[in-house]
């Protein structure tokens, strides 16, 4: 392990133990110790639970931004400015109207389907393109998420479901309990797939002809990944709202160091990412304590100054 990874593993940590002591409640740490039945309730439902969220979907929404600028070859490309978090949305919205129901299994599953016809849609515009400049593309992405943003909002306004609309627009771990984060589980086999297909999104991210020159089954690989990212923005909208930013500077941070060589950024990329919003979720619990704001207002103060510096340095590039 190099020096760099150290350091990023500690801040990890570090972050980790501050996100399970900082609550409402600063006395529980001691409550723990004197064997306080509450204080445990508290911490193995409440805290722990919403920890290990943080880390589930930070992570693996940095992996699937890397996954998806690696297909697109585009730098700044994410499931959130691909149209595909809007996608998502917009399949639980239709799901609830057509369904009514509130299950975390059937919001999943309209979410999924959308962000996978989204995909799908986006990668078939992007082929089409001839002329692809590194903003050009992303501007694409954006008015294409808009479109679908403004579909989903005029439903929600034809169908009095204007609150609902607004509930999944908004990112907060306030509500995370043991009960309602269980849906993150499938987080787990996409990581996991993810780090076994590494290798070929880097291969598929050279073109279809290279990718069938080194025998790699372009389609297949390309299909593995929007199904990766699919069920990530899926899952992560539906349990705790579109995270901004995390899928779209996270990569670009990280390569800056590595390359674009995918199987040895990505580790370090899920680590970064959950060290960003762990950062970001702290911040939005301090701010007016013992309240707490909601962590998409936090992360998009942060990943916005982020994202332009980006932006600036990558202009002076072109």
């Keep these: 392990m190099n020096k760099k990874r150290i350091i990023i593993v500690t801040i990890f940590i570090i972050l980790t133990i501050v996100s399970l002591i900082i609550g409402p409640n600063m006395n529980l740490i001691k ?31 940095s992996v699937a931004g890397l996954i998806m600028q690696s297909v697109s070859r585009n730098k700044f490309i994410s499931p959130s400015t691909a149209g595909t978090s809007n996608a998502a949305m917009l399949g639980v919205l239709i799901g ?8 975390l299994s059937v919001k999943f599953g309209f979410a999924f389907i959308f962000a996978m016809a989204s995909s799908f849609v986006f990668i078939f515009l992007l082929n089409k393109i001839k002329f692809k400049n590194v903003i050009y593309v992303p ?3 954006m008015m294409y998420g808009a479109l679908i943003s403004a579909i989903a909002t005029f439903i929600a306004h ?26 993150l589980l499938i987080l787990i086999p996409a990581m996991i797939a993810a780090f076994i297909f590494s290798a070929s999104f880097g291969v598929v991210a050279l073109g279809e002809d290279f990718s069938k020159n080194l025998g790699v089954n372009y ?10 990212i699919s069920a990530i923005s899926a899952s992560t909208v539906v349990v705790v709202g579109p995270l901004p930013f995390v899928g779209l500077i996270i990569p670009n941070i990280v390569t800056v160091y590595y390359g674009d060589n995918i ?15 762990l950062l970001n979720d702290i911040i939005s619990r ?21 994202f332009l510096i980006l932006i600036f340095k990558k202009g002076k590039k072109i």
């Design 31 to 61: 409550e723990l110790f004197e064997g306080n039945q509450l204080a445990w309730t508290n911490f193995v439902y409440g805290r722990i639970p919403r920890t290990v969220v943080i880390i589930l979907a930070a992570s693996s929404l």
């Design 96 to 103: 609830y109207l057509f369904l009514g129901s509130q299950s």
């Design 139 to 141: 501007l694409i992405g």
């Design 158 to 183: 034809q169908t009095n479901s204007l609150q609902i609309l607004a509930g999944l627009n908004l990112a907060t771990f306030s509500h995370i309990t043991l009960l309602n984060s269980t849906l």
């Design 219 to 228: 389609k297949f690989v390309m299909a593995i990944a929007l199904i990766i």
């Design 263 to 277: 199987k040895k950024s990505i580790f370090d990329i899920a680590l970064i990412g959950s060290i960003f919003v």
């Design 286 to 306: 301090l701010i007016i304590f013992p309240y707490e704001v909601a962590v998409g207002f936090t992360m998009g103060i942060t990943g916005a100054i982020i």
